[in-house]
């Protein structure tokens, strides 16, 4: 409730979109264009999502008279105008535009790197396991690894998941392929004792546990990920069952 409370016309020198992006926890959220916020069509649907959307709309476009509001109005207005924010960013991050946008963040890791060791300091992409509001919070989508992390900021972490939205991380990688990930890992087969080695490596019982993403678009299956999901999960039975037999052989001895 800090950054509310310095609501104040002031906060919005520039712009409320500028005053927004700048407020600690938002580093996520690019810029939505001016012109495709102003657009209705763009908009449709929203004013059933959002309490107050007209008066929330004008606070995003820098048009809502200087109304003298009690410090409780004011601070509905301004949760309405964050939640319309989100819900309009989540449109416009699966344009051209907004992809161009969220691309130029991804390459300069501002949404964080993977923490996982094999994964060498992998940029990660926000990701939301709803399209619905009040669902999820955002989660953190490693394209190398292919896991879900959550955000080390409590801030980042209550940003809800719908403002990102299931598609975009991965109608980002259909629209620039070379940004892909290699899947090779340096040095692999060299040693003999990698990360699943018997010192340290999963159990058969946690292998089977792990779930993995589902890239999706518009809530279809992507059909080459879908394919080469179906190659990686043959692969991880096996293992599983080679797991599973060099276990009961270690129960025998």
């Known amino acids: 409730m800090d950054d509310l409370s310095n609501s104040s016309s002031a906060s919005y020198a520039n712009s409320w979109i500028s005053w927004f992006l ?13 012109d495709y916020i102003i657009d209705r069509f763009n908009l449709t649907g929203l004013n059933a999502e959002v309490q107050g959307y007209s008066g929330a709309l004008e606070l995003i476009t820098d048009t809502a008279a200087d109304d003298d509001l009690n410090d409780e109005q004011r601070d509905q ?28 963040k991804y390459k300069k890791g501002d949404f ?28 953190l989508y490693c394209p190398r690894c292919e896991d879900l992390y959550s955000p080390k900021s409590s801030r980042h972490g209550a940003i809800d998941g719908a403002y990102f939205g299931s598609t975009f991380a991965h109608m980002l990688f259909m629209v620039y392929p070379g940004m892909i990930p290699s899947k090779s890992v340096p040095g692999a087969g060299a040693g003999g004792q990698g990360q699943g080695g018997p010192q340290g490596g999963l159990a058969s019982g946690a292998a089977s546990k792990v779930e993995r993403i589902r890239p999706r678009i518009f809530g279809f299956k992507v059909h080459e990920a879908a ?3 179906r190659w990686q999960e043959r692969v991880r039975d096996k293992q599983i069952a080679r797991l ?10």
Do not use: W
């Not at 309009?88 to 535009?97: P, V």
């Not at 992998?122 to 989660?139: C, H």
């Not at 599973?244 to 001895?253: K, N």
């Open 77 to 104: 207005l301004e949760t309405s105008a964050r939640h319309l924010y989100g819900l309009i960013h989540a449109r416009f991050i699966i344009t051209s535009r907004g992809l161009s946008k969220m691309i130029e």
């Open 112 to 139: 964080g790197r993977c923490p996982r060791v094999l994964c060498y300091g992998q940029a990660l992409l926000p990701l939301g396991l709803s399209d619905l509001p009040y669902q999820k919070a955002v989660k």
């Open 244 to 253: 599973e037999d060099h276990e009961r052989a270690g129960q025998m001895d």
């Open 227 to 229: 394919r080469l999901q």
């Open 22 to 34: 700048a407020s600690k926890g938002n580093e996520y959220f690019c810029e939505v264009d001016e």
